[in-house]
C-alpha cells in the first residue's frame, strides 16, 4: 500500500511561488509514475503535472505550463510541484497521485491508483 503525504501549501500573494512536496512511502518509488491535481471549491478536481518513472518524460496542463513545474527525486521518494506566478485562479486543495501499473506519465485521474490527502494553496489578488 502506498502512502502519499503532501506538503508546501498555504496563503499567498498573486505573483509569488510555492512548492509542494509529496513523500511516498510503502513502494519503490522509482516504479511509481506520479501526477499532481487541484480542486476548487464547486468544481471537479483537474489535472494539473505528472511525470514519468524516469522523469524523462512530464505533463502540464495548459492553464499552468511555464508557470508549473513538476520534478521527482528518487533518491528521496519525492514528486515537487513548482509554482510561480501564481494567480488567484490557481487556489484549490492539490492532491498527489501515484500508479504503479505503468512507466508512462498520464493525465488520466483514472490511471492513479494512489491519493495522497491533499494540501491547500489559496492566492490572494
Known amino acids: 500500500q502506498v502512502q502519499l503525504v503532501e506538503s508546501g501549501g498555504g496563503l499567498v500573494q498573486a505573483g509569488d511561488s510555492l512548492r509542494l512536496a509529496c513523500v511516498a512511502s510503502g513502494h519503490t518509488f522509482s516504479t511509481l509514475r506520479m501526477g499532481w491535481f487541484r480542486q476548487a471549491p464547486g468544481k471537479e478536481r483537474e489535472f494539473v503535472a505528472a511525470i514519468s518513472r524516469s522523469a524523462s518524460t512530464t505533463f502540464n496542463d495548459d492553464s499552468v505550463r511555464g508557470r508549473f513545474t513538476i520534478s521527482r527525486d528518487n533518491a528521496k521518494n519525492t514528486v515537487y510541484l513548482q509554482m510561480n506566478s501564481l494567480r488567484p485562479e490557481d487556489t484549490a486543495t492539490y492532491y498527489c497521485?501515484?500508479?504503479?501499473?505503468?512507466?508512462?506519465?498520464?493525465?488520466?485521474?483514472?490511471?492513479?491508483?494512489?491519493w495522497g490527502q491533499g494540501t491547500q494553496v489559496t492566492v490572494s489578488s
Open positions: 497521485a501515484a500508479d504503479s501499473d505503468g512507466p508512462f506519465a498520464t493525465t488520466r485521474e483514472y490511471e492513479y491508483t494512489y
